[in-house]
């Protein structure tokens, strides 16, 4: 399972997705509606992956915890209550650099 | 890289075809992006038959976790690097998200732009994944683009000259 070219098939037949922070596969479960469970690697703390992970928690898309409250969390869960993950909308940069370049 | 071409992409699709040819500019240790960016065009060139691009190379200007003094050296050679390119290329507009792969195209086409050669209009957009704090090209290129795109209102704040749409990849 390594190195997959890519996780969309696994991630299609899925109920419950529980991931590092990685934006990559955040964003990718998240965009195909799926739960998340992402696990906050305590030795390996690069705050910058953090960030993103810790604003989806915040907004409601995700569940999060660390590898020793792993277990708890499955337990615990109520996927119900995670928000749906609305789409990014590249047409706001679209119109953006059209009325830079006054193209409007 | 990966992400970076990923969301590059992303924020080229709503695109028009004005903006066209495109030249896009790649670290020449990156393996993966080539093929995103060729299908990607593919696609494109099925709904704009006169879509038109191109691809470059440059050596990359800094590793992960480079030494600050050996990353200078390499993005010097980097931006020398880079001039002949953008000097051949003069692009109208230079869009960019953060890889360490830009800033030397960007300070490149700034000083062309000083030496009154070509003005290009700099446009970065910061990486959906930095909601707090800048990339490092990001902070180098607050100062040097003409808009500087966050996607993340917590940045906004902190950055006030950038331009906050929400979410846009």
Redesign the interface.
């Given at each position: 399972f390594r190195f997959k070219d890519s996780l969309a098939e696994d991630l299609q037949s899925a109920d419950l997705v529980i991931s590092h922070a990685g934006a990559g596969s955040c964003l990718e479960t998240l965009e195909k509606g799926k739960p998340l469970i992402v696990v906050i690697n305590d030795k390996l703390m690069d705050n910058h992956q953090l960030e993103l992970a810790r604003q989806l928690h915040r907004d409601g898309y995700v569940l999060y915890c660390n590898c020793s409250t792993l277990v708890e969390t499955l337990q615990s869960m109520d996927l119900s209550a995670l928000k749906p993950f609305p789409p990014g909308q590249p047409e706001k940069f679209a119109s953006f650099l059209d009325k830079v370049f006054e193209l409007q | 890289t990966?992400?970076h071409t990923?969301e590059i992409l992303?924020?080229?699709?709503?695109?028009?075809e004005?903006?066209s040819p495109r030249h896009y500019v790649l670290a020449d240790s990156d393996k993966m992006s080539e093929a995103k960016i060729c299908s990607f065009e593919q696609k494109r060139a099925e709904t704009f038959s006169k879509s038109q691009f191109t691809l470059d190379r440059i050596p990359r200007s800094r590793e992960v976790r480079q030494s600050w003094i050996s990353s200078v050296v390499t993005t010097l050679y980097s931006i020398l690097y880079s001039l002949p390119l953008t000097y051949k290329r003069k692009p109208?507009?230079i869009l960019c998200n953060g890889p360490g792969t830009c800033v030397p195209v960007c300070l490149s086409a700034f000083l062309l732009g000083l030496l009154r050669i070509k003005r290009t209009?700099i446009?970065y957009?910061e990486?959906?994944?930095?909601?707090?704090?800048l990339?490092l090209s990001g902070k180098i290129l607050y100062y040097f683009s003409d808009?500087f795109?966050v996607q993340?209102p917590d940045l906004k704040k902190k950055y006030p000259k950038s331009?906050y749409?929400?979410?846009?990849?």
């Open positions: - | 990966g992400g990923t992303r924020l080229l699709s709503c695109l028009s004005s903006y109208d507009l209009i446009v957009v990486s959906i994944c930095r909601v707090e704090t990339s808009y795109v993340w331009v749409l929400g979410r846009i990849v």
